[in-house]
């Protein structure tokens, strides 16, 4: 019989899959010993048959009822009897965190009658009508499915009406007045009463929760943070603990590091006589930790202790939810917490430092994705002006924008190309798509625990909080900062490092990481413990890591990062500006004699290239791969061509003559489908001459760096082989030039000669290809592209959006290898090829070479090495490492 709930007493931190983050982690504070208010678990199997089937899962009513009168026993109390109730929380949490994504149901259990009892025991009317106030606003919004902006407008109206600043300035009777106000707006909108019956309240309650998981802005935050929409959400079912009893309660999150930078030492914020609820949403400011320890010496204390009972617990940064009832500490939520990448380096390096974590252990702890963000530029604080105001650095990084108010504008200007920051007072679930199409987001109120924060943190998002110099005029549509207006639409920078944000667009520098990558600069704070992790990662790593780079430049600068050689060098790029016409000569040649000499043109600027290359990478390996794309694409476009012919008709001037046979030629050469067509070895095979001058100029550039006393190391690679006859052709014209060079040179050149695998066909068929092959190197762009069927230079543009909103696919294809597909080609080319020739040397090349998520499936596929753009070298590295961990 399938079980659907557990008690927090028989969970732990291994069962998140079945109970969530939340409550796996709830059972292991009950565990520990730590004050948690008692409670159960309703598993993520449960929610998951919910949802497969549109009913409560048999037998689920009858655990919670067991579950509930164990609580109630336990208490001595039972959920809203009429004195003295018991209430209950209900909660949601999935296997992976996804802050303020779903919906939580407070104080559970009060109706008109129990909101008596519970003033009367509590001896606090005004309590116990917020919160009835609130249970009936949660349930009727996330429950019943009222807009909850209409609530939020009855309570501003009785704000006003009472001239009250905040909702503290709302007494007893004005919070009665608004149950039945909020009551009245629910039979209005629904047609149906608020439910009386707590045990109703509970069962709809939960079954919300689950529906919530298909919400809207839970789907598009797992879109965004790739998890899968399969998983379902645990419900948490909870004895609640008041922290809006009187100015001796309250309630707040703790951090045990700072999640921003990473620096030691408790970080948080508090909110006296509030429910937790408050402090994410921001509705009042809320005080630092300090002002905790200032108002209640003991509970801080308390606290302080249990924070570092976690952190040694769980070896990471927790962060907390607690709350304080009448000076006693509760325990409410905790969890390995969210961190910018910055924080993530400095932690697991402080943490390996305390001997808390081994290096192995730091190094999984950080990730590439982290590490690229910490190379993106900052502001040149040097170089910009007086900041507009100043704000909490929630989520470092510098971002440029328009300001825009609301969520739908920055989604309507991001998609038109439009660079923008969201400013909003404080954010809500809601803002989510609005965020997600933002440079950065910036709001007037709420810390770093704030939701605009949590989210934006977790997505990498640059964000400054709580700037309170900013007034925020959403209906205006324009937010003034003492004598400043700036209306929608003006360009602003937000640095997220420290909060600062400038008029105009500020001026950008390289970041600190980028200029210890770039010159090896003397290692401080952040950069040490990202060389540290280098470090580790380097001296693990199985995996080799090339760059993609195609001139001199590139290959240094990839050099300086740690290639260890150029793994893709695409000629193709050599051939652009001036020397297009010498290529253009080529393919209009009638003549042999004609080829040969826009041939003999292009030798020696190949050479050069060359020779340049081979210097910057002296004595490691580059990988030069002959021409591949489709000659036509070096020729003027067909339809500009054919118009431009055309209206010098009309003109009544004949075309030229160069022009005419230029048309000739576009039309001869036109292709339905290039990217199938005529390109990649079939072009070395046809067009007469062209390896051979590549060839040539390879093995000139090899003898000239030779005499200048090099280490030159060129590797040759033929694209797109669909069979092994093909390469076997081309290898016999390598062959046959390597040996005219050294006997001329009486230098014996000898340069490996391998081959592309980007076509199924050629990977099906590997253990052929490897006869002729010295080495393999997967072209995982075009063996996407042909293995799915889908063009890449269309489909992201064209379907992936819907792809990605069916759940067909979780990450394009061509961002992160397909393992199940193109993986399974890799896989069996590897093996097939190896079993050939066992020295079979083989890498990658396609943008997957820089991927994290791929280097990890490269390690596991048993290649040598990865190659990308110089940039991602880093990246690659440190993943690497990881991989091999
Ligand atoms: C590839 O196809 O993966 C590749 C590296 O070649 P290109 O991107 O130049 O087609
Ligand atoms: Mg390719």
């Known amino acids: ?55 409560e899962p048999p037998g689920l009513a009858r655990e919670i009822s067991d579950h509930l009168t164990g609580l109630e026993r336990a ?31 407070l104080d559970i259990g009060l109706n008109d009658d129990s909101v008596l009892g519970l003033a009367e025991t509590s001896g606090n009317e005004r309590f116990a009508w917020d919160s009835y106030r609130r249970l009936v606003q949660m349930f009727g919004s996330t429950v019943m499915g009222v807009d909850s902006g209409l609530f939020e407008d009855l309570m501003a109206r009785l704000k006003e009406a009472r001239g009250a600043r905040d909702d503290l300035g709302l007494g007893a009777a004005d919070l009665a007045g608004l149950v039945e106000a909020y009551k009245e707006l629910i039979r209005l ?23 919530s998981w298909n919400g809207e802005r839970a789907r598009l935050y797992r879109r965004r943070e790739h998890i899968p929409d399969d998983l379902g959400t645990a419900v948490n079912v909870q004895t609640m603990v008041f922290g809006n009893l009187g100015p001796d309660s309250g309630s707040g999150v703790a951090f045990t590091r700072d999640p921003a930078t990473g620096s030691a030492g408790l970080y948080g914020d508090y909110l006296p006589n509030a429910q937790g609820e408050d402090v994410v949403a921001g509705v009042r400011n809320t005080v630092p930790l300090t002002g905790l320890e200032r108002l209640d010496p003991a509970s801080y204390a308390q606290l302080r202790e249990y924070l570092g009972t976690l952190e040694t617990h769980y070896r990471d940064l927790c962060d907390i939810e607690f ?25 697991a390096a402080g943490l390996a430092d305390e001997g808390l974590i081994s290096p192995d252990e730091a190094l999984a702890r950080v990730s590439g994705d982290g590490l690229a963000r910490l190379m993106f530029p900052r502001f040149d604080t040097s170089a910009v002006g007086e ?26 200007r991001a998609a038109a190309g439009e660079k923008v920051v969201l400013v909003r007072q404080e954010t809500t679930p809601d803002d989510l798509p609005g965020m997600v199409a933002a440079q950065a987001v910036l709001t007037s109120r709420g810390g770093k625990t704030s939701h605009a924060a949590v989210v934006a943190r977790g997505m990498g998002k640059v964000c400054v909080c709580g700037a309170e110099e900013i007034t925020v005029d959403p209906q205006g549509r324009r937010l003034t900062v003492g004598e400043v207006t700036l209306e929608e639409g ?27 990558f770039e010159t090896g600069a003397v290692p401080a704070g952040l950069v040490e413990a990202v060389a540290g992790a280098m470090r580790r990662a380097d001296g693990v790593r199985r995996l080799g890591v090339r760059a993609n780079a195609d001139t001199p430049e590139d290959a240094a600068r990839a050099r300086r990062f740690g290639a260890e050689g150029i793994g893709l060098c695409r000629t193709e790029h050599m051939f652009l500006g001036d020397r297009r016409r010498l290529v253009e000569a080529m393919i209009l040649a009638r003549t042999d004699a004609e080829r040969e000499r826009a041939l003999d043109a292009l030798l020696p600027l190949q050479r050069q290239d060359f020779t340049a290359i081979l210097e910057a990478m002296d004595g490691l390996p580059v990988t030069i791969r002959l021409l591949d794309p489709p000659l036509h694409e070096f020729l003027p476009d067909r339809t500009e061509l054919a ?75 033929v694209p797109l082989i669909d069979t092994v006859e093909e390469l076997r052709l081309v290898r016999e014209e390598v062959r046959q030039v390597l040996a005219d060079v050294s006997k001329e040179s009486g230098v014996s050149v000898d340069c490996p000669v391998g081959t592309m695998i980007e076509l199924p066909r050629a990977a099906l068929t590997a253990g052929r290809i490897a006869e002729e092959a010295q080495f393999f190197s997967f072209g995982t762009n075009d063996l996407t592209q042909t293995t799915w069927g889908f063009s890449r230079d269309d489909v992201e543009a064209a379907f992936f ?32 090829g190896r079993a050939a020739r066992p020295d079979l040397k083989i890498g990658v090349c396609g943008e997957h070479g820089g991927d994290p998520e791929s280097v990890h499936f490269f390690h596991a596929a048993g290649l040598d090495y990865v190659s990308c753009s110089p940039f991602r070298v880093p990246v690659a590295r440190l993943e690497a490492g990881r991989a091999a961990l």
């Not at 009832?325 to 380096?345: I, Y």
């Not at 003006?490 to 210890?516: E, H, I, K, Q």
């Not at 990605?804 to 590897?830: H, N």
């Open 1 to 55: 019989m399938v079980r659907y709930t557990y008690a927090f007493t028989e969970g732990g931190r291994d069962m998140a899959d079945l109970l969530g983050g939340k409550g796996a982690n709830l059972a292991e504070m009950t565990r520990m010993g730590l004050p948690v208010p008692p409670g159960f678990t309703v598993t993520t199997e449960a929610c998951r048959a919910f949802l497969a089937t549109g009913s």
């Open 75 to 105: 208490a001595g109390r039972r959920l809203g009897q009429r004195d003295d109730p018991l209430l209950l929380s209900v909660r949601s949490g999935a296997r992976f965190s996804m802050p303020g994504m779903m919906e939580t149901i």
């Open 189 to 211: 909108e629904k047609g149906e009463h608020f439910p009386q019956s707590p045990a109703e309240q509970l069962r709809r309650a939960v079954l919300a929760v689950f529906e």
């Open 323 to 347: 709350t304080i009832e009448r000076g006693r500490l509760w325990m409410l939520q905790t969890r390995v917490g969210k961190r910018t990448a910055e924080a993530a380096f400095t932690i």
């Open 387 to 412: 900041a507009l105001a100043h704000g909490i650095p929630a989520s470092p990084g510098a971002a440029v924008g328009a300001v825009v108010f609301d969520s739908a504008e920055a989604v309507r």
């Open 490 to 516: 003006t360009v602003v920078s937000v640095d997220g490092s420290d909060g600062a944000v400038y008029p105009g667009a500020a001026p950008l520098v390289d970041s600190a990481v980028m200029r210890y």
């Open 643 to 717: 118009v431009r012919l055309a209206a010098a008709e009309a003109r009544g001037t004949p075309p030229g003559a160069h022009d005419a046979e230029l048309l000739d030629a576009v039309n001869r050469m036109h292709e339905e489908n290039p990217m199938l067509g005529l390109r990649g070895v079939r072009l070395g095979l046809v067009a007469p001459g062209l390896v051979a001058m590549q060839v040539r100029a390879i093995a000139e550039a090899v003898v000239e760096r030779g005499q200048a006393g090099g280490d030159p190391r060129a590797e040759i690679m």
């Open 801 to 832: 959006s819907a792809y990605l909103d069916k759940g067909i696919f979780t990450v394009s294809p061509f961002e992160t290898i397909d393992r199940a597909g193109v993986g399974r080609l890799v896989e069996i080319a590897v093996a097939e």
